[in-house]
């Protein structure tokens, strides 16, 4: 995982290592190298604060150039640990007094959504909380059919109305069913698209000020590259709590990872890997830090 990522920062570290350590050399390294950056979705803000943790740590330092490489790999190791320090969110304690527990996830069509609800269904259905579906993405032809597979598979109560219905009535049924039946968790999809962007965020405000939801989830797919900045900043308009990244089985990049967490400081709630139900991460920043070491 990460390949990419890694290549680049050791070819740079081998570059520094090369040559007689200043300032100046560190800046005209980076600067020839950002193009190779980009490549692996690091962005200008991410490698400007690697540029100047290097900096400050290699100012004024006197070793043997035997150990100015570890120190280098050290020092970015240790920025991309404290980029992704941005916490998580015990989901199961944060539920412990309410019931239903509300959580609407919101993410483009294509970001893995539909996928990564049916996996956090089956997650917490494996540690004996009950749990219903709100098929509230009404607008997107075979969106519901898709959801009701999904829950077929993993025997999960799906709620739904026919396709142009109100998403924020939907959800709202749905946790009029939860409560009734003293369902632990309502989990609601939503529309990834509408006919303008204008359109999409209008819904999106009506779910939140219609139902209040508990958790505000924006999905990610982590192939987009640095087009991630732009959801972001579109979905922070309805008030989003976290995030959940997905397909990090076939990203090779990952540096959009760390400028999501970088520019936006939001807790991290789940890591998805693939198409199995049970390929779900709980966020560890130590542990997914590890994936980016040099």
């Known amino acids: 995982m990460f390949r990419i990522f890694r290549e680049k920062f050791l070819n740079v570290v081998s570059k520094i290592v090369e ?69 998580t969110i015990d989901l199961l304690k944060m539920a412990e007094n309410k019931k239903p527990f509300v959580i609407v996830f919101f993410g483009y069509n294509g970001s893995g959504k539909t996928t990564l609800i049916a996996k956090v269904a089956k997650y917490l259905m494996k540690r004996e909380k009950s749990v219903c579906i709100a098929a509230a993405d009404t607008f997107r032809a075979a969106s519901i059919e898709q959801l009701e597979e999904h829950c077929n598979k993993i025997s999960v109560k799906l709620i739904k109305q026919k396709y142009g219905s109100d998403p924020a009535a939907v959800i709202f049924d749905a946790i009029n069913y939860a409560k009734i039946n003293r369902i632990h968790f309502v989990l609601a999809d939503t529309a990834g698209r509408m006919h303008t962007n204008k359109n999409l965020i209008e819904e999106m405000k009506k779910i939140v000020r219609v139902n209040k939801p508990d958790l505000k989830v924006l999905v990610l797919d982590s192939l987009i590259g640095n087009d991630i900045i732009n959801q972001i900043k579109f979905f922070e308009e309805v008030g989003i709590d976290c995030f959940c990244f997905t397909k990090l089985d076939i990203n090779d990049k990952g540096g959009n990872i760390l400028t999501a967490c970088y520019l936006f400081k939001k807790p991290i709630l789940f890591l998805s890997y693939g198409q199995d139900y049970n390929s779900l991460e709980v966020y560890n920043y130590k542990d997914f830090s590890g994936k980016f070491i040099l």
């Open 19 to 87: 040559r007689e350590i200043k300032e100046e050399d560190i800046s005209k390294i980076f600067y020839e190298n950002y193009e190779e950056f980009l490549s692996a979705d690091v962005s200008i803000e991410v490698l400007e604060k690697i540029e100047e943790d290097l900096k400050n740590k290699l100012k004024g330092v006197k070793i043997g150039r035997g150990e100015i490489e570890k120190l280098i790999k050290n020092t970015i190791n240790e920025t991309i640990e404290n980029i992704l320090n941005v916490g």
